[in-house]
């Protein structure tokens, strides 16, 4: 049977050219980079040349690049190591669509002792700057706002935060886990201290990721051992995943010249387009906001998104509801509540999220089906029958 993934949001598949690059460090080029001899000095140079390529894409030093292992870890050591220099009591800004790995990290923050605002979204899930700028106070000492969203794929005014960030001087971390490789992420225009990336979400391994850190900004490391990363990430470094990093913050770059990045775009709205067009009673959450090119995110009135999940894989799609993390949990996507939906709608929301590897007969292969399963599902649904000669909640 035909499969086609749309769940690039959660994971991508590996680029065959990554694996390539990655092969050596498996075998021969297999050193530790803290050895001196020989082996080890090749692993140095893999890790250093990977280094540099992600500074390349972020528009930073090398030196202020910290490899992790993913975006949970980046996001961790953004805000502990900042906390680590802070006293209880102090304050931290954050939003309340932030993914799990900020917010609940901003939750043991509050039990540590330090206060947290949640900001709140408009109904395009959009951070209001000015928001941001009400809720600093004397004892503020970060602020983290995601760039990009994960479900919605809606983009903040991170460069607008920075410039308040950077005027009441306080700290800056933002969470580019789904922005990087989708839209230029430069962390001078976004006047950022902290930000996070993991090469998952762009056809890398899993695992692996990277943390920026502005020159000067004190980081408390979350562990403690060897010398690694300048002290601010012991443990031998994770050498393949490095490199597939590497390769893939290479191809991430090339992607806004070569065509691939807007060929994702067109294909995504085609997608929304066409939908939009075959199925009654659909809304695009977060339609009006910018947006990754990649990723949509769609509400079907009377519809439980678990069940289209599910109807869909059968038939040999791959979408999502919401977040992976939260797969399995009965609750309506934090993000899309706090973006004003009811429960019902939030329920009732597929994310689709396109990668490199998709094609326009992915998406051919996905309209074909999406509104055979909505009609059957809605066949079945005692709800729909009962609103369908109402006016859509959605309209
Ligand atoms: N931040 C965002 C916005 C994400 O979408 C994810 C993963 O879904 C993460 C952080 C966590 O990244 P990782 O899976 O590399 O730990």
């Known amino acids: 049977m ?27 080029k297999f050193g530790n980079a803290s050895s001196i001899h020989q082996q080890g000095q090749q692993a140095r140079a893999a890790v250093e040349h990977a280094r540099e390529s992600v500074a390349e894409l972020l528009n930073c030093r090398p030196a202020e690049v910290v490899f992790t292992s993913g975006g949970t870890e980046g996001d961790n050591l953004a805000l502990f190591g900042i906390f680590g220099n802070m006293q209880p009591g102090n304050h931290v800004i954050t939003s309340s669509i932030e993914h799990h790995a900020v917010l609940n ?33 004397p004892e503020t000492k ?8 994960n479900e919605t794929g809606v983009l903040q005014p991170v460069s607008e935060i920075g410039r308040i960030a950077a005027e009441a001087d306080v700290y800056f971390h933002t969470d580019a886990v789904q922005a990087v490789g989708k839209v230029p992420v430069d962390v001078k225009e976004i006047g950022c201290d902290l930000l996070t990336i993991s090469a998952h979400k762009i056809h890398g391994p899993q695992g692996t990721g990277a943390l920026f850190v502005r020159k000067g900004t004190l980081l408390q490391p979350l562990f403690y051992g060897g010398r690694h990363e300048r002290s601010r990430r012991a443990g031998t470094e994770n050498l393949a995943g490095i490199v597939g990093l590497g390769k893939v913050a290479e191809i991430a770059r090339l992607g806004f010249t070569d065509g691939s990045v807007a060929r994702m775009a067109e294909l995504r709205d085609r997608l929304e387009q066409t939908i939009l067009e075959n199925v009654e009673q659909v809304a695009v959450n977060s339609g009006g906001a910018p947006r990754v090119p990649n990723t949509t995110n769609i509400s079907f009135d009377c519809i439980e998104g678990e069940a289209m999940v599910i109807a869909l894989d059968l038939k040999g799609l791959s979408v999502s509801t919401g977040a992976a993390c939260s797969s399995g949990a009965v609750e309506p996507s934090h993000i899309l509540t706090a973006m004003g939906l009811s429960a019902e709608r939030a329920r009732g929301s597929i994310r689709f999220s396109l990668g490199k590897q998709n094609t326009a007969e992915d998406v051919e292969f996905a309209l074909a089906l999406v509104p055979e399963v909505i009609a059957r599902l809605r066949e079945l649904s005692p709800v729909y029958k009962a609103v369908s000669h109402q006016p859509s909640a959605l309209s």
Not at 9 to 16: D, E, F, G, H, Y
Not at 106 to 121: A, I, W
């Open 105 to 137: 990290s901003c939750h043991r923050l509050e039990q540590m002792g330090c206060s947290v605002t949640y900001l709140p979204v408009d109904g395009r899930a959009l951070v209001d700057p000015d928001d941001v700028h009400r809720a600093l106070r």
């Open 2 to 28: 035909r499969r086609v993934y749309l769940d690039n949001n959660a994971t991508t598949p590996l680029l065959p050219e990554v694996l390539e690059a990655m092969r050596p460090c498996f075998f021969e």
């Open 142 to 149: 970060l602020i983290s706002i995601m760039t990009a969203n």
